[in-house]
């Protein structure tokens, strides 16, 4: 007797009922990520605004790599580079190890009540706008108004012209980003952390295990695979920066220019002065080098750690 071979359907209700779920993302995806790449033939033309958009493209004269060779002529090409990169280094191991250690701290809490509002207090700042943000900002450290300088006139000390002060502008914006942002980082660890199994904390427990030796022994290493994920996305994106944050909070001020200028703030300022080809040019770049620099740090860590490899 022959047995029989059962078909599968090639598409069930439940695949036709995850597909609607992922509709909306996929037309998201379609419409601001990948119907956008049209405009990348921009960097290798000499842009000239002529009527609409694509009769603008199709008009404008072919250059080839001039504007690649123009972004790197710019004199201050190298220092936004170099700004942009060392932002983001101290941002990615000062953002990683803090999140992590609120995380801990928070599923640590035995007072659920208590846990979520810390964790409402550390998220709320994450929805505000960068608008927002830079008038608190400005409402501490304006001349005139602002709470630091009138608690330095109080004590008897000189106030700062902080916006024209590019030393303390370093610090000030990486704790305005990791203000800003560590509640969704910690949220990520903290979901992670919550799956975790809670029979092995009882086995330790049971073994003589310290808080600390669960930690370092078993949390830690149980969360790798999510925390190197996260280590390698942000190193993907090391050419790119917060634009609010470089751009609005130190409210574009000319004496801060060479402290707070990156390459998102470069692009934004060549569309102001309708170098449309070289702010094209640099958003290129960016896009290359995150591309690279994701499948060069995942090969990396492939190669140490299969498991935690993203791809």
């Not at 405009?39 to 609409?52: E, N």
């Not at 208590?114 to 998220?123: G, S």
């Not at 390459?263 to 591309?291: E, H, I, N, R």
Request: glycine share 6%.
């Amino acid at each position: 007797m022959k047995q029989q071979t059962v078909r599968k359907k090639k598409f069930t209700k439940d695949d036709f009922q995850f597909s609607l779920l992922a509709l909306p993302t996929t037309i998201w995806y379609i419409l601001f990520c990948y119907m956008p790449m049209f405009g990348v033939i921009i960097a290798f033309k000499d842009y000239r605004i002529s009527g609409g958009f694509l009769k603008s493209i199709i008009q404008s004269k072919w250059i080839g790599l001039q504007n690649f060779q123009f972004l790197f002529i710019n004199p201050d090409i190298w220092m936004i580079i170099g700004n942009t990169l060392a932002y983001n280094a101290v941002m990615i191991i000062v953002g990683t190890v803090l999140t992590i250690a609120l995380a801990l701290l928070v599923s640590e809490l035995y007072n659920k009540v208590a846990a979520k509002v810390y964790q409402t207090v550390l998220f709320f700042p994450y929805f505000l706008s960068w608008v927002v943000v830079s008038t608190l900002v400005w409402g501490f450290l304006s001349y005139d108004m602002g709470m630091a300088n009138n608690i330095f006139k109080e004590i008897g000390m000189e106030p700062h012209r902080w916006y024209m002060e590019p030393k303390f502008w370093p610090g000030f914006l990486v704790f305005i980003s990791q203000w800003k942002g560590v509640g969704y980082g910690m949220v990520v660890y903290l979901a992670a952390i919550t799956a975790l199994d809670k029979s092995i904390y009882e086995a330790a427990i049971i073994d003589g295990a310290s808080k600390w030796q669960q930690i370092w022994g078993l949390t830690l290493p149980m969360m790798k695979t999510i925390i190197v994920l996260m280590f390698i996305m942000s190193a993907g994106h090391i050419f790119y920066s917060d634009f609010g944050l470089f751009y609005q909070v130190p409210r574009d001020s000319n004496s801060l220019y060479t402290t707070v200028s990156t390459l998102d703030v470069f692009v934004y300022k060549q569309l102001k002065s309708s170098t449309t080809g070289m702010a094209a040019a640099a958003s290129v770049l960016q896009s290359v080098t995150a591309c690279i620099l994701t499948l060069l740090v995942n090969y990396i860590v492939k190669k140490v750690d299969e498991e935690s490899a993203m791809i």
